[in-house]
């Protein structure tokens, strides 16, 4: 498997936050999340165990700044998984992790988001825990959460609803998930929020149609959460349906449907002037 190269970034913690840091032992593996794209968005726990870290695992989604965290002499292997793409065999990469802990080193395995929100964390923490390897599961920033309050998109709001829904539609072979309950999903569910639903977003939005949802409730595609490449494509149920508006759309991206996003176009734009005002200000 390809290694990375890239130059790191020492990090200083100040003394109370670095005492409030958990130990990192060799022999360990850390699951950490890498957060949804932007750097400044990892958790100060991640950084630290990047900067302590022997060896980082990463997938496709981490940004190269977060790899910079790690010590120069850190091992840092890809093993990305994309849809579509060749890649490593899940079981490959938990042997990976738990070979690298038994040789004493303090490994990360660095995933976009959160490990255990659609990140296969869980079934990797199960791997090192039937080996006998020592692993901490440590939380990061979901784009689900806030990629999408980047894109100036609230996922709830107490004048528009009391529960969010999160779900991927494909299933492990990439095709479209047969547990879904698209009856529930429509009639009980007013946001959802759809990870790795790129593919079949048409799909999804026919589904959704046919079991009762409004052909004009509103919809929103984000691609490339918090990155410089974020699009953010504000649109109806129908329109999804129909493939319009989403031409020149890039992936990875999330789809969230319901009254949620009417807020974008406000809280997107306030958004976008401030930082257009500090921008102007630090020139």
């Known amino acids: 498997m390809p290694h990375a190269e890239c130059p790191s970034t020492p990090l200083v913690l100040p003394p109370a936050l670095a005492r409030a840091m958990p130990p990192f ?35 496709a989604l981490v940004n190269e700044e977060v ?8 091992e ?66 979901t784009a689900g959460v806030g990629g999408l309050a980047a894109a100036g998109i609230p996922v709830t709001h107490r004048d528009v609803n009391q529960s969010v829904t999160f779900l991927t539609a494909h299933d492990a072979k990439g095709a479209l998930s047969e547990r879904l309950d698209w009856t529930a999903l429509s009639a009980g569910a007013p946001v959802l929020v759809v990870y790795m639903g790129f593919r079949l977003m048409r799909v999804i939005a026919r589904k959704l149609l046919e079991a009762g949802r409004p052909e004009a409730e509103p919809v929103a595609v984000v691609a490339n959460a918090t990155t410089p490449r974020q699009q953010v494509v504000l649109t109806t149920l129908a329109r999804l349906a129909a493939g319009e508006d989403v ?20 809280l997107g734009m306030a958004a976008a002037h401030a930082d257009a005002a500090i921008a102007d200000a630090v020139r």
Not at 101 to 108: F, N, S, T
Not at 250 to 264: H, S
């Open 25 to 59: 032992l060799p022999g360990t593996v850390w699951l950490v999340g890498a957060g949804p794209g932007d750097p400044g968005l990892v958790t100060l726990q991640a950084a630290w165990a990047l900067a302590q870290a022997d060896a980082v695992y990463f997938d």
């Open 67 to 74: 790899l910079r965290l790690a010590r120069d002499d850190c």
């Open 76 to 141: 840092r292997v890809f093993v990305g998984k994309r849809a579509g793409c060749p890649s490593p065999k899940q079981s490959e990469i938990t042997a990976l992790l738990i070979s690298s802990a038994r040789a004493g080193k303090r490994v990360v395995r660095l995933k976009g988001g959160d490990p255990y929100v659609f990140g296969r964390g869980a079934e990797e923490a199960q791997g090192l825990v039937a080996a006998g390897t020592r692993f901490r599961a440590s939380p990061g920033v």
């Open 247 to 266: 031409a020149g759309v890039e992936p990875p991206a999330i789809v969230v449907v319901g009254g949620v996003v009417a807020l974008a176009p406000v």
